[in-house]
């Protein structure tokens, strides 16, 4: 293991914040790479055990591909106290999403494609990475970036020239799910997670978009150039991995032997015993629904997350203390000044609820799957060759 | 059932923040009064649920005695939300903790045993009531203060007249304690609540404190001239009901009847059945530890709440994510990494851990109780009369 | 005058935030009505005492067109402190910029234009404003939003209806300047402030953008179909009125002056004096660059707002205290130790500075005008009919 | 010059911060040391740049007694930003005020008089010092303490061996004032500024108390014991330069001077030129009244700092944006709706107003010397020897 170390940013009292980069030299050629990262939203850290648990194994039994790991992506944001807690999602000056500031290199496609007409496929994505990581390079070597944008591009230079990269994230309180592209659909069901998000192909900034989207768009106009049927063959996941603002050991020791089942199926570590793959419940992004609160109040109860509802169910009992005002003579105090919040949806899955239980009106209160579909398990028990 | 609405504090936009107040009048003379109050810590919202449970029940059962229910006391509180959570124990603006801005009332104690020393003791205790009320009336009126100090007067005087103050708060992740003064720990067992703290005799700004102080010392002032034996009548404590930034329904039924309980002890309400204590664990708060870390990192794990510990039992791991620059080469990568904060105290029983797994150096890791004695029930079902 | 409260948003506590909407109905028809609002953003409140003072103005001097004033368009924004400020531009809770949720409604123009091809270009003006109403009261009762969504929507149907909207801002330490699009370079330069912004017709949610980007689209797609040469009637403009976090009268008296000289050059309200324009310096909003600093430290001396540079001049001078480290023996200990921060554009105008002098790297320290160009007065002291 | 680094806190991503701290010998025996710091407070730092020139002039004129400087005294402190501003006087974890925990050393006077008893005045001093530091080095190998605890005694070794304190701070805006002892009333008029605030024979946590207060209670015991008249020869200073989020490099220049002076007047640096004194205006700090708003609103205008005032004369104009409901037909619709704050002292003088002018109900408005005296020049252009 060579350990990196990529000072990021100086602060104001000229400390100097620094990535750690941990790098494992794969012991085979041509098998897949692989970066993982967590912590990019500064209080969501049970990535960082995995990570850790990651890093111990692969000491131990060193990986067939080259293996990155980058337990703490944004030292920044894990120091970031507001009260009691961590300011996870954005920067506290600016506001800024820490995951929607990469940069997409899409743009790139068109004159790549045009340099390399006579190339194969395959010869095509070390030359398109290559290209990738000249692009970010020259983009910070331009001009002075927002630090919302350094960051990210470091991060994305060092993610471009893996093939596959998981992202590890966590949600207020949550059931892991996965956030990735339809064309890994078979892919995901290898990572022990049921729950999946399929975002669409589009770019909005984050991570995972930043690697699949031109990659995507590479293979269409390849495709539609050669009149040839490829799939992208890198893969990118944005990984939820629960509640954030919490480590749990137990669960970092099974998502650990998740992710490794996975890799195994890749083929980035060699598999002695069997890999498994599970059954997944797919939404899309757009069915992946985010109720706001109609009034604010205190949520008395929510909806038990993974527990499927139908039309009409409850999502959560919100007390509005503004009736308080009004019910004082009320026999059924509670009930008369609750607000059932009711699911609209044929159909739903909730996987989160808000961090805390006291809600302004038009505040998240929990994100629900609408729409989904249950794909059986593909394969059963396969050995990987 | 009446309810009040004080207006407590005009905002920026001319938004106006009201304190609800609920008071049901006693069907009997005689009988303790009780003042209930949750929230003046915003994000410590268990207890909200509690006092709704109890206004609802006092609705169905009228009770005894006065009864004063404030669920929200400090509404300016619950409402500032830092990132996803609320900014519970102090004003974002001065860094006031709003439970430490009562008003020490003692130093009324000689002028009044002056004025009245020719009055019996329980013919002193609505005259002293009153002296307190017309003080912090005066200083309410004097001039404009800070709000840390206006809510802290309102809430005074609300509770002043009460016979018994029960100040519901929450601890970050917690099992249910309580703080009260030595002359209460026979009362205090009736609570249902088995970890118990003993403040002193002393003031420091906190509303159980603004309560039995001046009460304790008039009663000592009061025995020494008369050479008696009087201890103070009135009951103060402050009681937390388990984690902050949660509502927990199941276990706030649960508190219902154990402040029930407590009451029907007290006479405040009628006892059809039996009333029960428990056993209680008791130390002082000069050995409640808190537990600062000794450096930064992140907390994979801690001691189980509750569970004894004897001297070198470990209280937490932290992960040193510094040291992570020194440790690439170990092979023990998790272990060579992670500070094992160790206990040195001969017993001891942790009851609290931080709200957030990342912590800088020097913040409160763990509170622990020390020095600890555990008593047993004074009395096994005994009948109230 | 006619006051209307709008209950924008119930908060945790119970407590309803109003936006206090003041109206004045125009005298005369056809003249053109104003949307005006201050206060998006929570710390910008220069322009709350403009609003004042306007409609202070109006009801003494009752105006042609209609009126519509919002001096505090975000009562939550404004009642959000961190510390002893305000956190003025975005949701303390998402990072949500409360200037980027408005909705681009130019998705309307197409079917729009088809169901009223045989309209004339001036009946088109009320038929679009309609449809936009319409669209927007849909999108409101459609579900819950989100609060930023919810607000930006609320306002956007305020303002859709008007001729002429200006949105009131401020920013950091700043010279006052004025972001428009190109065709309304002649009308600006009635408004008072020297330093333009020309922003491209693109639609990235703020208020302004909202408002032109339709109407110019519908323009654009009419005088392509009629093969005429229209411009859009409709004004909006995003005005920063000088520093956040300050209110300053003789300032706010003068800035009234202009935009009742504007609204006089507009014909909103009647001008017996003589309206006056001035010389404007405008530049691209790609050519207006934030200058973001390269290392963390504290500022000792930025450039003089509105002092034109050449390149190389200096833009700030940062001291990096992480180099106090290695100059103790330094002989110029300042100088050695402070970084000089360069201009390095041909010319250039810096427009504002930091509100801290404590940065992190990768902060915004400056935003300064490149590529400008100054445009002569069009007209002097013409009368308006 | 010696430069040392003090690690003073390890953040939870593993980097650590460093208290700089700048030491210079002095050339010659028995003159009186001194330590200046700066920043204990985050956003206070015109300080900063006051050390760093100091600095500048003791590497070009070495001085005559031992100096040593500390410009971020709170790295910690320095890099907290909430928005765009600075969160400065407490810990945004727990809300202790960084100037609130030093210790209180004053206990140990007893038992050191007791063993010491046949030594001389001028003996006991460097003893006395000595016995502190060896308390404070206890205190801290003891246990693990908060960190502002941590801090507190980090500095308060750094500052317990020098003879002159000089802690440098700002207040929200704000003209630059003193805070000192009665002994100190003399000495105070040769820091060049003219407004002073008399602090109490208590000890209330802050760094210039916890130097003088166990040196005054040690000259007042030995006084008493040995019927002596000393006065305490340690002199310490809280410092307020002025507006906090600001570095002005031309009053940086001047507050240079007027230290300088100061030191030649104790003779810490050689003096060939005259040393001056300034008339002050002093007050005591029970006298140096906090305003609160009485009302939430936006402060239109405030009195001017440094200018007297009689009773009546306004304070500030607070618009009260909530009487804008009531007032939609006044004729003068500003005045109707504002409150003119008045002062109700017979004289006072404005020195702070508040850091934004969005106010909530009991907020700080402004702080207003009152029952102040002037103090005029006790000498007049003196040399010292």
Redesign the interface.
Same mark, same amino acid.
């Given at each position: 293991?060579? *350990?990196k170390?990529i000072k990021t940013?100086?602060?104001?009292?000229? %400390?100097? /914040?620094?990535i750690?980069v941990?790098c494992f030299k794969g012991t085979k050629k041509m098998v897949p790479s692989v970066y993982i990262q967590s912590g990019i939203h +500064?209080?969501e !850290?049970q990535g960082?055990?995995v990570c /850790? /648990?990651l890093?111990?194994h692969f @000491?131990?039994y060193p990986p067939l591909g080259n293996v990155t790991i980058v337990?703490?992506a944004n030292?920044?944001g @894990?120091?970031c106290?507001?009260?009691? =807690?961590?300011?996870?999602?954005?920067?506290?000056?600016?506001?800024?999403?820490w995951n929607r500031n990469y940069m997409d290199l899409s743009f790139l496609i068109d004159d790549f494609l045009l340099e390399l007409s006579n190339h194969s496929f395959s010869e095509l994505i070390p030359l398109f990475k290559e290209k990738m990581r000249k692009e970010i390079k020259k983009k910070s070597a331009e001009?002075?970036?927002? =630090?919302? #944008?350094?960051?990210a591009l470091e991060i994305q230079q060092l993610a471009i020239s893996a093939d596959i990269i998981l992202d590890l994230h966590c949600d207020?309180y949550s059931l892991p799910h996965i956030y990735c592209s339809n064309y890994l659909l078979n892919s995901v069901s290898y990572l022990g997670i049921p729950y999946i998000i399929e975002t669409p192909y589009k770019f909005a900034g984050a991570l995972e978009e930043a690697i699949f989207y031109p990659w995507k768009k590479l293979v269409d106009f390849y495709n539609m150039q050669n009149n040839e049927q490829y799939t992208p063959i890198i893969e990118a996941f944005t990984i939820e991995l629960g509640n954030q603002? *919490? @480590?749990d050991?137990y669960l970092a020791e099974k998502q650990l032997n998740n992710i490794l089942n996975y890799l195994k199926y890749k083929g980035t570590i060699s598999a002695l015993d069997k890999v498994y793959d599970n059954q997944i419940t797919v939404c899309k992004l757009e069915d992946f629904q985010? @109720? =706001? #609160? %109609?009034?604010?109040?205190?949520? /008395?109860?929510y909806a038990a997350l993974g527990q499927p509802l139908t039309k009409q169910d409850t999502l959560a009992h919100i007390?509005?203390?503004?009736?308080? *005002?009004n019910i004082?003579?009320?026999?059924?105090?509670?009930q008369d000044g609750t607000l059932l919040v009711k699911n609209?949806y044929e159909n739903a899955i909730p996987l989160t609820y808000?961090?805390?239980?006291? !809600?302004?009106? +038009?505040?998240?209160l929990m994100k629900i799957m609408t729409n989904y579909e249950v794909r059986e398990k593909a394969s059963k028990n396969n050995f990987v060759a």
């Open positions: 293991m060579i *350990k170390n940013r100086v602060c104001a009292d000229g %400390s100097e /914040l620094t750690n941990f +500064g209080s !850290v960082y055990l /850790l /648990l890093i111990d @000491i131990k337990p703490i030292p920044y @894990i120091n106290k507001m009260g009691e =807690y961590t300011l996870g999602r954005f920067d506290s000056v600016t506001g800024d999403n001009k002075h970036n927002s =630090y919302a #944008t350094k960051l207020t603002e *919490k @480590i050991k985010t @109720i =706001y #609160t %109609s009034t604010g109040g205190l949520v /008395l109860e007390r509005m203390s503004k009736t308080l *005002k004082e003579f009320s026999k059924n105090f509670i609209s808000s961090a805390s239980p006291i !809600v302004h009106e +038009g505040m998240a």
